[in-house]
């Protein structure tokens, strides 16, 4: 099973930006896919972007044009650079994987987490 942990998050003032870490172990990331999603206080699990084993990429409406997925499987890392952050970006920050054929959106379709990392924005 593969252990996944974020980090880089913290507390940051509106227009600024945030690089966040997703770093794996206990087996290599090539053919897996991994996803970034948020949950704020009161809200469900949301959907920000995910990177296949190809390095195909897909984004929210929300974060389009602001956030940018990347990966390297030789790190075994993937990252979510932030950019133009506002409050409504505060929230807890998951990393996500599987290795589920298929094009993954949703959070019961990921196998794998990581612990979050809190992003706070203030205005």
């Known amino acids: 099973q593969p252990r996944l942990v974020e980090s880089g998050g913290g507390l940051v003032q509106a227009g600024d930006s945030l690089t966040l870490s997703c770093k794996v172990s206990?087996?290599?990331?090539?053919?897996?896919?991994m996803a970034w999603f948020r949950q704020a206080p009161g809200k469900e699990r949301e959907f920000l972007s995910r990177?296949?084993?190809?390095?195909?990429?897909k984004y929210a409406d929300s974060v389009k044009g602001r956030f940018t997925i990347s990966r390297d499987n030789a790190e075994n890392t993937a990252w979510l650079q932030m950019n133009s952050l506002g409050p409504a970006d505060t929230a807890i920050y998951y990393c996500?994987?599987?290795?589920?054929?298929?094009?993954?959106?949703?959070?019961?379709?990921?196998?794998?987490w990581g612990p979050g990392t809190q992003v706070t924005v203030s205005s």
């Open positions: 990177i296949d084993w190809n390095y195909d990429r």
């Open positions: 206990g087996r290599t990331i090539i053919g897996y896919t």
């Open positions: 996500a994987g599987t290795f589920r054929w298929g094009l993954p959106i949703a959070p019961a379709e990921y196998d794998d």
